[in-house]
Each structure stands twice: as structure tokens, then as C-alpha cells.
Nanobody
Framework: QVQLVESGGGLVQPGGSLRLSCAAS????????MGWYRQAPGKQRELVAA???????NYADSVKGRFTISRDNAKNTVYLQMNSLKPEDAAVYYC?????????????WGQGTQVTVSS
């Protein structure tokens, strides 16, 4: 059974920091590309940051220079360090695990963790 369990969300003031974690089980973590997505009320889910199995990273323009994605294959965990948070960063953040398979791509989602940025 595949599980992606996010943690680390919460309430933070503008300019503050949070670190999200996503612990994976039931998959060979090291071969999966991992991503953090977010969805704010009334908006579509969007990619925030991604890290490939080879540790190449990609960021949405809106978070470049503020967020850092990393992975620890020994702990089957992917992290999202979020600094200089803005009110517009508030959303539910979801972890995604994804890899190529013969018929396309195979992906899994976590349940999400709420990030609130407010004074």
C-alpha cells in the first residue's frame, strides 16, 4: 500500500518560514520524481517545486529564491523549505510521487497539509 504523508504545515506570519515533509512508504522512493503542489480555494492545483530521481530541481516562478525542495532517499522523505512566506502562498500543499512506466506515468498523492500565512 502506497502512502505519502505530509507534515509541517501550519499558521505563519508573512515573512516567516515553514518546512514541509513528505514521508513515503510502499514505493521504491529513489526511483520516483517527487513534487510539491498547492491548491488555494477557488484555484487550480499548481506545481510549486519538483525534484527528479536524479535530484534535478524545478520551481514555479512565484517561489524561486524563496522555496527549496530536497530529498533524502535514505529516509524516503522529500522536503520543502519555505522562506519569506507571503499571504499568496497560503494553500493546501500536496506531495506527489511520479515515475515513468511502460504505458505512461504512475503517480501517487498525499492527503495534503494546510499552510496559512497571516498576521
Amino acid at each position: 500500500q502506497v502512502q505519502l504523508v505530509e507534515s509541517g504545515g501550519g499558521l505563519v506570519q508573512p515573512g516567516g518560514s515553514l518546512r514541509l515533509s513528505c514521508a513515503a512508504s510502499g514505493i521504491i522512493f529513489s526511483i520516483y520524481d517527487m513534487g510539491w503542489y498547492r491548491q488555494a480555494p477557488g484555484k487550480q492545483r499548481e506545481l510549486v517545486a519538483a525534484i527528479t530521481s536524479g535530484s534535478n530541481t524545478n520551481y514555479a516562478d512565484s517561489v524561486k529564491g524563496r522555496f527549496t525542495i530536497s530529498r533524502d532517499n535514505a529516509k524516503n522523505t522529500v522536503y520543502l523549505q519555505m522562506n519569506s512566506l507571503k499571504p499568496e502562498d497560503a494553500a493546501v500543499y500536496y506531495c506527489n510521487a511520479d515515475r515513468a512506466v511502460s504505458l505512461g506515468r504512475l503517480g501517487y498523492w498525499g492527503q495534503g497539509t494546510q499552510v496559512t500565512v497571516s498576521s
